[in-house]
């Protein structure tokens, strides 16, 4: 009889080189050793530290790894390290010589380019360092005071429907997730000011009937964009997690067969170009019919984000000093209901949580709103003349950044402190590990709005200024913070003219979760009750 000698033999290479691909993919050995003098937090075998992260919310993850481990430490992210920083100087440094964001791991990660464009060639992922500068130099007008000054009718009127939505539920005694109508609030401000359609997103039947067919169903797709879009939307997404050397493959396998997430986007993001190109048509008929002197019916409306983008030219170097495509423009539009709904709904809620959390704070806030006029509608130069309001959404966002990670990728090897990181290492600046640095500041998780009040012994240090940076820093700061702020104080003051808040039990501390940017897990819950004579 004859035996096969050889088959034990394949076999035992078989399992070799199994062990060698699943210890080389689920335990990374080089780059641990690249990295062992970093200090974190263990990683597990494949997963790395990505199930803590997820269980604990990346927020409180590095704010307890770095009061452990100190202001630089790695956490895994599958098979991915990333540095972690939480010094301010050391996180500015960073932000200003590296521009670059890595691609976040949302379900756009794994789609093919085509469908991705939203994302890859928007203000917020470029990688390109001048069509960055000329995208971003076209979006600057927009935050100019002109401008500002204009959008605070709009923001009033938002404020208005939010006021009435607030009546009701007062008149009732009712409780009202405060998180949830902000949101409703900042939607409906920031998607009008950028698509110049009203979005009417604060009615009580969710979108207004006597909106526009085009509004409703930019509304709804933005929407659909907003739910299914947040990290580990896809099923394909836990793949490329723990193993990103197969990213090519699973856009492969996930372009031909999407899940029902992934279709779901690719249809609202279809819906969404072709609704914005029909505007946009419109737009620059209207823009036509101006100079020739007619009056046209519809179209963007004028002051809007989208028409100014629909005005603006590159610069001359990139493309030729061409205007802006279609698809550019519904690009940054998206980039612009993107970046600034959820950041500002949440930075508002917090400090609504912050203020019924610690009534003093409120007493003194409502004493301001009061000086101001109980029935004063503010433009954008009356602002100035809210210290303490300012004051307490300062300090709201020093406790709870909305965006709580700068993120970066390394654009070449870097000594961090005497740590060599190679280029194209992801890098974390965590604003909330800085914010809440025990180093910088006295009591730092207590919510002290004095730190902000000129001359008050509480008044911050200059580093502590230093350390304040919740809209990032760099040449990826934050294009919009003006128009967040003119929007977020309008809001304040217009909703503590007339009410105040009573939070519901069980919700201090709060719970957060922060799959990309900084929210409350569930929400806010307040009761609003109507304040009294002044
Ligand atoms: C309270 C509200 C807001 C907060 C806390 C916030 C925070 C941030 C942060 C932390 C960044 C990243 C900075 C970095 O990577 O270093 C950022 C970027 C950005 N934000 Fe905001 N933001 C807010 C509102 C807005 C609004 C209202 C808009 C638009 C109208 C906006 C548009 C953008 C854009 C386009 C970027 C990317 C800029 C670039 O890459 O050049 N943000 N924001």
Redesign the pocket.
């Known amino acids: 009889m004859e035996v096969d000698l050889h088959l034990p033999s394949t076999l035992v290479v078989l399992s070799a080189i199994f062990v060698l691909v699943a210890v080389l993919y689920g335990f990374h050995p080089l780059t641990r050793w690249r990295l062992r003098k970093i200090p974190g937090p263990p990683p597990q075998w494949y997963a790395g530290n990505l199930l803590e992260v997820m269980r604990q919310s990346s927020y409180h993850f590095y704010i307890r790894n770095a009061r452990k481990y100190g202001k630089i430490f790695k956490v895994w992210y599958g098979a991915t390290p990333v540095i972690v920083v939480t010094d301010a100087d050391l996180g500015r440094a960073i932000?200003l010589r590296n521009p670059n964001?890595h691609t976040a791991m949302g379900p756009a990660a794994i789609m093919a380019p085509k469908d991705r464009m939203f994302d890859s060639d928007g203000?917020?992922l470029t990688k390109d360092r001048a069509y960055?500068r000329s995208i971003?130099n076209a979006?600057q007008p927009a935050f100019f005071s002109e401008s500002l000054n204009g959008y605070a009718n709009l923001m009033n009127s938002g404020a208005d429907r939010l006021i009435k939505r607030l009546g009701k539920a007062a008149a009732k005694g009712q409780e009202v997730n405060i998180w949830r109508m902000l949101g409703d609030l900042t939607m409906d401000v920031?998607g009008t000011a950028s698509f110049g359609v009203e979005f009417r997103t604060q009615e009580d039947d969710e979108i207004d009937s006597s909106a526009s067919k085009d509004s409703r169903e930019l509304v709804m797709a933005a929407q659909t964009i907003f739910q299914m879009g947040g990290a580990g939307g896809s099923l394909y997404l836990p793949i490329v997690v723990l193993c990103p050397v197969l990213l090519p493959l699973v856009r492969l396998i996930a372009g031909a067969f999407p899940d029902e997430r992934m279709k779901k986007i690719l249809k609202a993001r279809t819906k969404l170009q072709q609704t914005c190109t029909k505007l946009l048509e419109q737009a620059r008929a209207r823009m036509e019919a101006e100079a020739s002197g007619k009056k046209p019916e519809r179209g963007l409306a004028p002051g809007s984000f989208m028409q100014h983008m629909a005005q603006a030219k590159h610069h001359p170097g990139v493309k030729n000093g061409s205007p802006f495509t279609d698809t550019e423009i519904v690009q940054q539009a998206f980039?612009?209901l993107l970046?600034?709904y959820e950041?500002?709904a949440s930075?508002l809620a917090f400090t609504i949580y912050n203020l019924s959390a610690n009534p003093d704070k409120a007493a003194r806030l409502m004493q301001e709103v009061d000086a101001f006029g109980r029935d004063r509608v503010p433009q954008n130069s009356d602002l100035e003349q809210l210290p303490y309001v300012q004051a307490v959404f300062k300090e709201a966002?020093r406790l709870f950044?909305?965006?709580h990670i700068?993120?970066r990728e390394a654009v070449e090897d870097l000594n961090l402190n005497g740590h060599h990181i190679e280029k194209g290492t992801w890098l974390h600046v965590s604003?909330c590990g800085i914010h809440r640095d025990p180093e910088v500041w006295d009591k730092p998780d207590d919510f002290v709005p004095e730190r902000w009040m000129p001359g008050a012994p509480e008044e911050a240090t200059e580093a502590q200024k230093r350390a304040w940076m919740?809209?990032?820093?760099?040449i990826?700061?934050?294009?919009?913070?003006r128009?967040?702020w003119e929007?977020?104080l309008i809001a304040l003051l217009r909703i503590f003219q007339r009410f105040e808040f009573k939070l519901s039990p069980g919700q201090v501390p709060l719970e957060v979760r922060s799959p990309f940017t900084l929210g409350p897990a569930k929400g806010i819950f307040v009761t609003p009750i109507l304040r009294g004579e002044e």
């Open positions: 932000n964001r203000i917020l960055h971003r979006w920031v980039g612009f970046a600034g950041t500002t930075a966002l950044p909305p965006g700068s993120i604003l919740p809209f990032g820093d760099g990826r700061a934050c294009v919009g913070k128009f967040a929007e977020a």
